[in-house]
């Protein structure tokens, strides 16, 4: 179950109307991924530069760039192979980019509480995100559809766009150092979420797989039974 599920669905018919003139526009899925990127980064540059408010505001315009690409494809017909990669592999580097610069600020910053097990929360965070989408592209590569956990990259995004945005860092940044924990915390829990998930349900597709590369069609096999 995602921490924030029931907000999916609200959020997506809000949308609409601006998924709808993007198609109306013409324009591109992968210049809206190219876009989010760039305000993750530089969302990234202001919470390295102690400008908390503003690295929350612009991680969450991110966040809705993230969700405008899918829908666009999907509703232009623009999906594509490469576009797919394309998104993956920029999503991968917004979630690292977001947690080094939170990392350099609570290693900089002066009057910092708890500041060097802040900052080891902060590499838990970037590897346990990072394994969160690893851990799901590899079940999609085994045939599952692995969409398991409390905290994917929109909760990610949310919780810690969202707190910066209205709290900032907090007094002794207290508040910034709790959500990266907290984050950091749930990531984990994610990733062993989908790897039960996949222990359970992997040999349920072992034989098609092995089918698949063998290049053995699936219906001359039904057929034989």
Not at 55 to 77: E, I, K, N, Y
């Amino acid at each position: 179950m995602k921490l924030l599920g029931a907000l999916e669905k609200p959020f997506y018919v809000a949308v609409n109307p601006l998924v709808a003139w993007l198609i109306r526009s013409g324009v591109r899925p992968n210049t809206i991924t190219t876009i989010g990127t760039g305000l993750v980064l530089v969302s990234a540059v202001a919470f390295g530069a102690g400008q908390i408010r503003l690295g929350g505001l612009l991680l969450l315009l991110s966040g809705v760039t993230d969700t405008l690409d899918g829908q666009v494809a999907r509703g232009g017909a623009m999906v594509t192979k490469f576009g797919a990669f394309y998104d993956s592999t920029l999503d991968r580097v917004g979630d690292g980019a977001t947690f080094i610069g939170i990392g350099a600020f609570l290693l900089t910053a002066p009057d910092v509480a708890y500041r060097v097990p802040a900052v080891i929360a902060c590499m838990v965070a970037i590897l346990s995100s990072l394994l969160v989408s690893y851990a799901r592209a590899r079940a999609e590569g085994l045939g599952l559809d692995c969409k398991v956990g409390i905290a994917q990259r929109a909760e990610r995004i949310l919780l810690v766009g969202l707190f910066s945005l209205l709290v900032g860092a907090g007094p002794h940044a207290l508040v910034l150092e709790a959500i990266v924990a907290l984050l950091a915390v749930a990531s984990v829990i994610t990733v062993v979420q989908r790897f039960v998930y996949v222990h359970r349900h992997a040999d349920a597709v072992k034989e098609p797989a092995r089918v698949r590369e063998a290049g053995v069609p699936l219906d001359s096999l039904a057929k034989g039974r």
